[in-house]
């Protein structure tokens, strides 16, 4: 059985440009969610996957979208990009209806300037 | 509006006095309330939920409505337990959690 894994690690972006985050679920977890997580601060919901549909979504404005994949991989996307956008990225996977047992990846350290 | 609060960013405690990290809710209708921990160089990860009602590492909480409070309790704090608590809550079956800023505990020997 293989935990959550995400990439990259950390990366370094310019205020405007694009990024994608990368998020590999739990072996046979079928449902992903993704979290921003700022300096000093909890982890903020941004959405939820569930069969490759998004399936819930926190107050983050349409240039975060996401996409999951049949294998249940996801993907974060962030288009124009801003300072405050600079956080650690975290993604959760879990079984269906079961989003308390989620299992959290190491993060992605996206830096803005 | 949901929100959840950690009044204590920080708790410093001897080993084996008692514990009591504070959350408090802001939430219109029934919640769910859960305790996430994050030890040092590991990965969030559930600590225990309310409905369980069960005592996980010698930790327990109480969902008081009336005060809108989700305490995390434990009477003999150990040195393993230094580590970042997050309280969250979400709708009953929701998925859309909502984090408190969360606070460190340290257990000095």
């Known amino acids: 059985e293989t935990g959550v894994t995400q990439s990259p690690t950390h990366l370094i972006k310019t205020r405007g440009q694009q990024v994608t985050l990368r998020c590999s679920s739990q072996?046979?977890?079928?449902?992903v969610s993704w979290y921003q997580q700022a300096l000093g601060q909890g982890p903020q919901f941004i959405f939820q996957?569930?069969?490759?549909?998004?399936?819930g979504r926190g107050n983050f404005p349409p240039r975060f979208s996401g996409l999951q994949f049949p294998n249940y991989s996801s993907e974060l996307n962030v288009n124009a990009l801003e300072l405050d956008d600079s956080a650690l990225y975290l993604c959760?996977?879990?079984?269906?209806?079961?989003?308390?047992?989620?299992?959290f990846g190491p993060g992605t350290r996206l830096t803005v300037t | 509006a949901q929100r959840v609060t950690q009044p204590e960013k920080l708790l410093s405690v001897f080993k084996g006095a008692p514990v009591e990290l504070k959350c408090n809710y802001s939430y219109s209708g029934s919640p769910e309330l859960f305790w996430y921990v994050q030890y040092s160089r590991q990965r969030l990860q559930l600590l225990l939920r309310h409905i369980s009602r069960e005592s996980i590492k010698g930790f327990t909480a109480d969902l008081n409505k009336g005060e809108t409070s989700f305490h995390l309790k434990k009477p003999f704090a150990q040195e393993e337990d230094s580590a970042m608590y997050y309280c969250?809550?979400?709708?009953?079956?929701?998925?859309?959690?909502?984090f408190g800023p969360g606070t460190r505990l340290s257990v000095l020997p």
């Open positions: 996957y569930y069969r490759e549909e998004e399936n």
């Open positions: 969250a809550l979400t709708s009953l079956g929701g998925q859309n959690f909502v």
């Open positions: 959760a996977s879990s079984l269906e209806g079961r989003s308390y047992e989620q299992y």
């Open positions: 072996s046979g977890h079928n449902t």
